[in-house]
């Protein structure tokens, strides 16, 4: 399998960190030579004209702002990212009601290879429609974060797998393979204080795995030493200068990790680089 064809949701306000994400994102699409499609939805809600008072500057200031609606910044910048960058693209725009928007958006994310997704620490609503990409898609998502955009290389050459032995986790190995073969070095990596043969053996056999691919990944195991995991995965990543990790999603039921917390929800609420999930 390769990326042909990649979707990227134009969400959240136009702020410098989200429209440099933008851009990193469509140099993403053009550095695995694929199509990225940008889609931009809007609140269908009537909203109350803001009363703007002629002789305020700041007044003024902001309805100047105000004349290039927020939506219309964000489809600005990906279309002048994707002219510059030199990357096949195309872009559209809809509204739709607000509890809609996730939804929908991973609706069109079932046309496409992967979807990148900006996405800020912490924030609900950049959580809810990750989850919603990861439940209702059915394709893998690569999670650009915005705090860290002016650090993250659109070259993905030294990846690590975050690897337990689950169905979602060889469910992600599947469907990064495409980036696993274009990388200059692959780790697999394990978080767990039990090195155990049956652990040793996953991994060694994940490794023997790949390297029928063309890849050709080392393994090893990190001791979490009470910490979460996916603190300990992060701050592995951040020491060896990680560009992208790929793990899979929600290992537990997604209530369980929703009330007590887990490696997904961790991640997803501040990914330390790029991160690629399936689910």
């Known amino acids: 399998m390769s990326i042909k064809d990649v979707f990227l949701p134009l ?50 200031e902001l309805s100047a702002v105000r004349e290039v609606g927020e939506m219309q910044q964000l489809l600005n910048a990906f279309t002048n990212a994707a002219s510059r960058i030199g990357v096949r693209a195309q872009s559209r725009s809809g509204r739709v009601p607000a509890d809609r ?13 992967l979807t990148l997704v900006p996405v800020k620490p912490h924030d609900s609503r950049a959580e809810n429609i990750v989850e919603t990409f990861l439940f209702e898609s059915g394709r893998p998502l690569l999670l650009c974060p915005e705090q860290h955009v002016e650090l993250l290389r659109p070259e993905i050459e030294n990846v690590m797998v975050a690897w337990a032995p689950s169905a979602r986790a060889a469910r992600a190995i599947g469907d990064a393979l495409p980036i696993l073969q274009a990388a200059n070095a692959v ?4 978080a767990t204080d039990d090195k155990t043969d049956e652990v040793m053996q996953s991994g060694t056999s994940l490794v023997d795995h790949l390297r029928e ?13 009470g910490s979460s995991i996916g603190k300990v995965l992060g701050s592995w990543a951040q020491s060896h200068a990680i ?25 997803i609420g501040q990914p330390p680089c790029w991160v690629m999930m399936s689910h």
């Not at 780790?187 to 394990?190: E, H, L």
Request: glycine share 8%.
């Open 11 to 60: 969400i959240g306000e136009p702020r410098a960190p989200t429209l440099a994400a933008i851009e990193k994102c469509v140099a993403v699409a053009a550095g695995l030579g694929a199509r990225v499609t940008g889609l931009a939805l809007e609140d269908d809600a009537f909203v109350r004209p803001k009363v703007v008072f002629p002789d305020d500057p700041a007044s003024a």
């Open 243 to 267: 560009d992208a990790i790929v793990m899979g999603a929600y290992h537990h039921s997604r209530l369980n990790e929703i009330v007590w917390g887990g490696v997904t929800k961790t991640v």
């Open 187 to 190: 780790r697999v990596v394990t």
């Open 101 to 113: 928007i996730a939804s929908t958006l991973a609706e069109h994310a079932r046309f496409s290879d």
């Open 213 to 225: 691919h063309g890849v050709y990944a080392s393994f090893e195991i990190v001791k979490g030493s």
